[in-house]
């Protein structure tokens, strides 16, 4: 992280000790989520919001027993567990059975974290593995979208369809009849009044999350900025049906899981290059892959293998824009391999 | 039995099950221990055509390696292999149809697993025809067990069913059945392999 007042940056070591912990950060993040639980619970009501807790707790439970007993110290507490149930349960349908969310949390916090030896140490994001997992092994159940209760437009059924769900199967006219006209499409995007998962339907509370987090300087705007600037340039340039250049880049910002993903998940300090030019190769990358899957691929929406993708390639990226080493002379070609 | 002394036959066979299981313990054939075991019936006759292909090529090998050079022997490994794998193929294309056409491939790739080339170098090629039969059942049953093991829990939690028939009537995860629940599968079963031997081992 920064440290504020010497304006040092994050990158690969050495580093500079600072009086931040990982505990505060994970706290700070999981605070600056709460305006998307919020408006989450308040749209899908309170079955949500057990939806959320549950996964927390099976995400902090199951790291407290596994630590218990693989004999190791136990710190279940510091919020890393905590956050990723959250950020599981925040990427959850509203009205899936509780198992749902206490598997994925198991899967994330035992099989992609501690088995992979603990914090800091996983190759992949787990909340998104978690819900990688679920995704897979639950389709059905997955992918039943609670319309939100506070009067949604004349749909009947107590089910509905993403908006990115309706623009993949019937294209932008219906979207936008679904939704009366297109400034209240937008409207309602913004504030979230649309079917989908818990957490990311809300896109003003998840900016104001994400301001929070960028004010504290927890994180920068590398990833998000290359993430969400390439989704535009892309759903611009091929998005549209009437041919190159018509496509509607804000509709494709404010649907699916784009804020979430881009400001929470692909920020993710363990999972994602530590050097920036390397983190603006990381988000270009999630983006071009999220508008792959959404133009061309079969699910809906690609944020999540987007980035789970480009995880694995984040070793490969801070090796590949390492900073220069003060005072190092730049080797001959032959020798630079060593 | 020139270079082992007094490990008995049935040190050796357990040897290949449990201490050097091809799949849990050295992780070798991992492909077809993924590609081909999302159903009992498949892992089951994957596992008994290479324990087929193992204990025969550990015979042959044991009856030519005083006629074998060699400078020459790994060439010779392979046509002995290859030859085995060959008669495996045609009698599952004959006598196993249905399966052939879905795993045909896999048996095909038999030839090129590392685990029977090594046993054939390592043991077969130093030993005679008694040991080497052995250490090839011990070997392959050790395959065909971790095979049989791994496509059961895959095709139970991910199909509900066993051998085709359904058991429950649900598909509790169907991940499982995927090639990413392959990974998923092989790897939490190698750990609790490598868990319980540590802990028997420990016990001894």
């Known amino acids: 992280m920064k440290s504020e007042k010497s304006g040092l940056i994050v990158s690969v070591s050495p580093h500079i000790k600072d009086t931040e912990t990982t505990e505060r950060i994970m706290w700070s993040v999981s605070l600056s989520l709460l305006p998307a639980v919020l408006m989450g619970v308040y749209f899908f009501g309170p079955r949500a919001a057990f939806t959320i807790i549950a996964s927390i707790l099976s995400a902090v439970l199951s790291e407290y027993i596994f630590l218990k007993a693989m004999k190791k110290k136990v710190v279940a507490l510091d919020g890393s567990a905590f956050l990723t149930g959250l950020l599981l349960g925040l990427n959850l349908p509203p009205s899936v059975p509780f198992f749902i969310p206490v598997i994925g949390a198991i899967v994330a916090v035992i099989i992609t974290k501690q088995l992979f030896g603990g914090l800091g140490y996983n190759i992949f994001n787990p909340a998104l593995i978690g819900r990688a997992f679920l995704l897979v092994s639950f389709p059905r159940l997955m992918t039943v979208w609670n319309e939100p209760a506070a009067a949604f437009i004349h749909l009947d059924a107590r089910t509905t369809a993403t908006p990115l769900g309706i623009l993949k199967e019937e294209g932008v006219i219906k979207l936008i009849e679904v939704f009366g006209d297109k400034g209240n499409l937008y409207s309602q995007l913004l504030i979230g009044h649309r079917g989908g998962c818990i957490g990311e339907t809300s896109i003003l509370a998840l900016l104001i999350g994400a301001t929070f987090l960028m004010y504290k300087k927890y994180i920068t705007w590398h990833i998000p900025l290359a993430f969400l600037g390439t989704v535009s340039l892309i759903a611009w340039i091929f998005g549209g049906q009437e041919g190159l250049f018509t496509?509607?880049?804000?509709?494709?910002?404010?649907?699916?899981?784009?804020?979430?993903?881009?400001?929470?998940?692909?920020?993710?300090?363990?999972?994602?290059?530590?050097?920036?030019?390397?983190?603006i190769l990381f988000g270009t990358g999630c983006g071009f892959l999220t508008m792959l899957i959404r133009l061309k691929g079969g699910y809906p929406e690609g944020v999540m293998f987007a980035i789970l993708i480009m995880n694995c390639f984040s070793p490969l990226i801070d090796r590949g824009f390492r900073s220069k080493v003060f005072g190092a002379v730049k080797k001959p070609a032959k020798g630079a391999k060593q | 039995?020139?270079?082992?002394?007094?490990?008995?036959?049935?040190?050796?066979?357990?040897?290949?099950?449990?201490?050097?299981?091809?799949?849990?313990?050295?992780?070798?054939?991992?492909?077809?221990?993924?590609?081909?075991?999302?159903?009992?019936r498949n892992g089951v006759l994957m596992g008994a055509a290479v324990l087929f292909v193992q204990v025969m090529v550990n015979i042959t090998i044991s009856l030519m390696r005083n006629?074998?050079?060699?400078?020459?022997?790994?060439?010779?490994?392979?046509?002995?292999?290859?030859?085995?794998?060959?008669?495996?193929?045609?009698?599952?294309a004959a006598f196993a149809p249905a399966a052939y056409k879905q795993m045909g491939l896999y048996i095909q790739l038999i030839v090129a697993f590392a685990s029977i080339l090594a046993r054939a170098e390592m043991f077969a090629s130093k030993n005679t025809f008694v040991p080497s039969m052995f250490d090839g059942i011990g070997m392959?049953?050790?395959?065909?067990?971790?095979?049989?093991?791994?496509?059961?829990?895959?095709?139970?939690?991910?199909?509900?069913?066993?051998?085709?028939?359904?058991?429950?009537?649900?598909?509790?995860?169907?991940?499982?059945v995927l090639p990413a629940g392959g990974f998923f599968a092989v790897g939490l079963l190698m750990g609790l392999f490598n868990w319980i031997s540590m802990k028997y081992e420990g016990r001894q």
Not at chain 2, 68 to 89: A, E
Request: glycine residues 10%; hydrophobic residues 50%.
């Open chain 1, 247 to 279: 496509g509607d880049p804000l509709l494709h910002l404010m649907t699916g899981g784009l804020m979430l993903g881009a400001f929470f998940m692909a920020t993710d300090y363990v999972t994602s290059p530590s050097v920036k030019s390397g983190q």
């Open chain 2, 1 to 40: 039995m020139s270079q082992l002394g007094k490990i008995s036959y049935r040190e050796l066979v357990l040897n290949g099950i449990f201490k050097e299981n091809t799949i849990f313990k050295l992780a070798l054939s991992l492909c077809p221990s993924i590609a081909v075991t999302n159903n009992v």
């Open chain 2, 67 to 92: 006629l074998i050079h060699p400078r020459i022997r790994l060439p010779i490994f392979m046509l002995v292999i290859s030859g085995w794998v060959t008669v495996t193929d045609m009698s599952m």
């Open chain 2, 140 to 176: 392959g049953a050790g395959f065909l067990l971790a095979l049989t093991v791994i496509s059961f829990f895959r095709e139970l939690l991910g199909k509900g069913s066993l051998w085709g028939y359904q058991i429950i009537n649900a598909k509790p995860l169907l991940i499982l």
